[in-house]
């Protein structure tokens, strides 16, 4: 069965140091890979997707970055945290192709301060 | 351009009740996809339920169940026999060409 896997499950940053969060999946090959970003109280907002190793695309311009270095790895990045970076970070995976359904990992609670 | 409306914030029911929670969403394809998705507590994503927007018949998972109204593009959660673990946010979510969601309904179960 495959599985997804986010770390770290919290974290707290500084304004203006770097993040990296991890998410990666297990049991399934060439999957599409989704980050999201839940504001608290809100719905999912994607941030990026990944159809294959090194291919990331962007839904709206931010201070994130994603990349995609593995067939299962899918990194979110950003050089320097703002305050408006604070929110829960969802990873997504589905099947390669006619992959409609999304699963999710466990998320990452972020807290910029 | 796909939306997604969830025109309940909150809803509350008692233990073994049945509850519906509401869903309308636009698309211009024809081709596309509904979920419904629950985040209690802990977060984590969870999917309840999906339908195919070419099938007719209304999926059904359990307790769980849609009343998917494709003219009306309306798509709705029956929850029935409530129990305390359906506790959550309820996201509805819409899949045409890319993956939209809702704001999020938030249901409450008393004992």
């Known amino acids: 069965s495959q599985t997804i896997h986010q770390w770290p499950a919290t974290l707290v940053q500084p304004v203006g140091s770097p993040l990296s969060l991890e998410c990666t999946v297990e049991?399934?090959?060439?999957?599409?890979l989704y980050w999201y970003r839940q504001a608290a109280g809100r719905g999912l907002q994607l941030l990026f997707y990944s159809v294959g190793i090194g291919q990331i695309s962007s839904e709206v311009p931010q201070n994130l970055s994603a990349s995609r270095p593995q067939d299962r790895q899918f990194i979110l990045s950003s050089k320097k945290l703002l305050l408006s970076d604070s929110g829960f970070y969802l990873c997504a995976w589905s099947v390669e192709k006619g992959g409609n359904t999304q699963y999710f990992g466990p998320g990452t609670r972020l807290t910029v301060l | 351009a796909q939306t997604v409306t969830q025109s309940q914030p909150e809803m509350s029911v008692q233990e073994a009740e049945t509850v519906t929670l509401s869903c309308t969403y636009d698309?211009?394809?024809?081709?596309?996809?509904l979920f419904w998705y629950k985040q209690p507590p802990s977060r984590q994503m969870i999917l309840v339920i999906r339908q195919e927007a070419y099938k007719q018949q209304n999926a059904t998972e359990n307790r769980f169940s849609v009343n998917f109204q494709k003219a009306a593009k309306s798509f709705s959660l029956k929850i029935s026999d409530s129990q305390l673990g359906d506790t959550a946010m309820y996201f509805c979510?819409?899949?045409?060409?890319?993956?939209?969601f809702g704001a999020g309904t938030r249901l409450t179960v008393k004992p």
């Open positions: 049991g399934t090959s060439n999957p599409n």
């Open positions: 698309t211009s394809e024809s081709n596309y996809y």
């Open positions: 979510a819409l899949r045409a060409y890319d993956m939209r």
